[in-house]
C-alpha cells in the first residue's frame, strides 16, 4: 500500500515538477484550463442521467432534472456555492415529491 501511494505521489509530482520547467505552448495552457470542469462533468453526468441502471430523461427523473437547474443556476450566478447548495436543495425536494 505504502508502495502504491508513493508510485502515485512520483507520478503526479512529476507533472507539477515539469510544468515549472518546461514551457508548454499558449494553446496548450488554455487547454488546461477547462480539465476540472470536464472531468467534474464526467463523473457527475452519469449519475444524473441513469436512474435505477436504466437511461432517464424525463421528469420523473429528480437528478436529471435537479441538475439541469443547478446549470442555470451555475450559469447566471457564477457562483460554485449557489449552484451545489441550490442543487441539493432542489433535488431533495423532487426526491421528496
Given at each position: 500500500?505504502?508502495?502504491?501511494?508513493?508510485?502515485t505521489f512520483t507520478i503526479r509530482f512529476s507533472?507539477?515538477?515539469?510544468?515549472?520547467?518546461?514551457?508548454?505552448?499558449?494553446?496548450?495552457?488554455?487547454?488546461?484550463?477547462?480539465?476540472?470542469?470536464?472531468?467534474?462533468?464526467?463523473?457527475?453526468?452519469?449519475?444524473?442521467?441513469?436512474?435505477?441502471?436504466?437511461?432517464?430523461?424525463?421528469?420523473?427523473?429528480?437528478?436529471?432534472?435537479?441538475?439541469?437547474?443547478?446549470?442555470?443556476?451555475?450559469?447566471?450566478?457564477?457562483?460554485?456555492?449557489?449552484?451545489?447548495?441550490?442543487?441539493?436543495?432542489?433535488?431533495?425536494?423532487?426526491?421528496?415529491?
Amino acid at each position: 500500500m505504502v508502495a502504491a501511494g508513493l508510485i502515485t505521489f512520483t507520478i503526479r509530482f512529476s507533472f507539477i515538477f515539469l510544468l515549472e520547467r518546461v514551457s508548454m505552448p499558449s494553446w496548450f495552457q488554455r487547454a488546461l484550463h477547462y480539465v476540472p470542469a470536464a472531468v467534474l462533468a464526467a463523473i457527475i453526468l452519469p449519475e444524473m442521467v441513469f436512474e435505477q441502471g436504466q437511461f432517464d430523461l424525463s421528469w420523473h427523473n429528480p437528478q436529471w432534472l435537479a441538475g439541469c437547474a443547478a446549470v442555470l443556476i451555475a450559469f447566471f450566478t457564477r457562483s460554485m456555492l449557489w449552484t451545489v447548495c441550490s442543487g441539493l436543495v432542489i433535488y431533495l425536494l423532487l426526491h421528496l415529491l
